[in-house]
């Protein structure tokens, strides 16, 4: 017979009711000696197995106890109990995993809720726990919706390399990738590390973005998007970055700012809008949860809206798109910034917002999402557009309640000459991304993309706080442990 799994099970029981099954799982409580909650990871959901310890050795009963796992086979049928539709009437039990008696005093076994912190240094447990197992879940429809998207628009899902020979891509801090032997490096003339005896015969680092090479695909294929690990030596520890994370890279031919503004909304819509469809139980069981965590928190500092509410109003609502000049100005007149409520005053145009700003401004101000465009050009990448002004580029951010910046993107400088003269004034090497600038010599075209942090979304829409939560395996300073 085909294994079937808890969440089929409970979706489609009619079929099977007063059949036996067999059904494999951990068990998330034994009680009274005999009610099993038996959980397989497939949903939030338990199925009840009914046990009758008369019919069953003591030593199998022994080694039912949390987190130990086990294959039961049973007969379906309709539960007396509330709580649940059907239960399973144990036939046969036989216990696949039992906990080490030494360990099994463990606080992390019990079923109880263990804080963040605890559970981040388990990295087995932490897929057993119901947090962790929706947020995963929620992880995974996600990954799944924003494929759907592009699908649906006919863009093409490309891959570019993890490890790249360009030195500096204008996106953060790089991790080098090397073979040499670093106790006996080899030395140029100059007393330099010698790369050229490396083994791609230069300097490699891990990619910061795929969005160079996106272009460069999209300057043919026409729409493209990148979805894979980026890696940023961020030394700061917060709670919005990691070292390694997801990223969703759209590059879009013919496209300017204000079709890669609609397609960034049209994007976070309906991936948000696919979770609200797709995730129920999930949601639920995290917006409950979201809703408890406001509780605790001192009524000034709480969220207007609940989880789901959010998320629902986040579709439903119109992003609101302001320029960087315009923001400036709201943050230089606000109640905050002239009482000197902000770490980092807002003096002057040119400045480079920081997240206390970005947050102001959607949460307080705005109150919906925010695209802020426009940006002073010194404080943006090489490759962004130059507006007419000459002062400004054609950049955007999304910026998100509870999260900042969530997505960055812009219009691409697609004039060699202006391209040249703005890499230069930047101290970009020409000679290392002569491939990037050919792209603009044959048939170029104006063209737009952005960068959307896959762990941000998720921070998002499953009401977490601390990026480390959302990713199975978190790399950050001074950790790479599992
Ligand atoms: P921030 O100012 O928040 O550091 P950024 O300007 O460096 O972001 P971009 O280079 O525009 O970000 O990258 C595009 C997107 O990638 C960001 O909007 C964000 O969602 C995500 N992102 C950037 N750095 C990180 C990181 N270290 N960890 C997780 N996500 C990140
Ligand atoms: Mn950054």
């Not at 939030?44 to 030593?59: A, K, L, P, T």
């Not at 086990?70 to 007396?80: D, R």
């Not at 909304?265 to 995730?279: A, M, P």
Request: proline share 3%; net charge negative; glycine share 6%.
């Amino acid at each position: 017979m085909k294994k079937i799994t808890i969440h089929e099970l409970l979706q489609d029981y009619k079929k099977i009711l007063h059949h036996d099954i067999t059904v494999y799982g951990w068990v998330r409580a034994f009680r009274s000696n005999r009610f099993i909650a038996l959980n397989d990871g497939s949903a939030m959901d338990n199925i009840q197995i009914v046990v009758d310890y008369e019919q069953f050795d003591e030593n199998t009963l022994n080694k039912i106890s949390v987190a130990s796992s086990v294959k039961i086979t049973g007969e379906v049928v309709e539960s007396q109990g509330s709580g649940q539709q059907i239960e399973i009437i144990a036939k046969k039990i036989e216990i696949l995993g039992d906990n080490f008696t030494e360990e099994r005093d463990k606080t992390i076994l019990q079923p109880k809720r263990h804080s963040l912190e605890v559970l981040r240094d388990q990295a087995h447990l932490r897929f057993r726990t119901n947090l962790f197992s929706a947020v995963f879940r929620v992880r995974s429809a996600v990954s799944f919706a924003i494929h759907d998207f592009f699908r649906q628009n006919r863009f093409f899902y490309i891959n570019t390399p993890i490890i790249t020979g360009a030195d500096a891509e204008g996106a953060g801090e790089m991790f080098t990738v090397t073979n040499l032997d670093l106790n006996d490096l080899p030395k140029t003339e100059e007393g330099t590390v010698d790369f050229s005896e490396d083994f791609f015969g230069k300097k490699t680092n891990l990619t910061v973005s795929g969005q160079l090479e996106a272009e460069t695909a999209a300057m043919g294929l026409g729409r493209v998007y990148t979805f894979g690990p980026t890696f940023r030596a961020e030394n700061s520890n917060t709670t919005r970055h990691l070292a390694e994370f997801w990223m969703v890279e759209p590059e879009v031919a013919f496209n300017n700012l204000e079709d890669n503004i609609d397609l960034a909304e049209d994007f976070l819509k309906y991936v948000i809008n696919y979770v609200l469809d797709h995730c129920k139980t999930d949601l639920e069981f995290l917006d409950k949860r979201f809703a408890e965590e406001q509780k605790q928190k001192p009524e000034k500092d709480r969220a207007k809206e609940g989880l789901i509410e959010k998320l629902e109003n986040v579709v439903k609502k119109r992003f609101k798109r302001v320029s960087y000049t315009e923001a400036v100005e709201i943050l230089m007149n606000s109640k905050e910034n002239k009482k000197g409520k902000f770490q980092f005053p807002v003096e002057q145009w040119g400045i480079d917002l920081q997240s206390e700003h970005e947050r102001y401004l959607v949460e307080k101000h705005f109150e919906t999402p925010v695209v802020l465009f426009d940006y002073p050009k010194d404080i943006k990448a090489f490759y962004m557009r130059l507006n007419e002004d000459q002062k400004t580029v054609a950049a955007m951010d999304v910026l998100f309640p509870g999260i900042g910046e969530i997505i960055g993107g812009s219009q691409r400088e697609e004039r060699l000459e202006v391209l040249r003269s703005k890499m230069q004034e930047m101290n970009v090497d020409e000679h290392e991304l002569w491939w990037y600038l050919d792209t603009r010599k044959f048939g170029s075209v104006p063209h737009a993309g952005f960068g959307l942090g896959l762990e941000r979304l998720i921070l998002f829409v499953t009401g977490l706080t601390n990026i480390r939560d959302v990713i199975p395996f978190p790399r950050t300073p001074n950790n790479a442990e599992f």
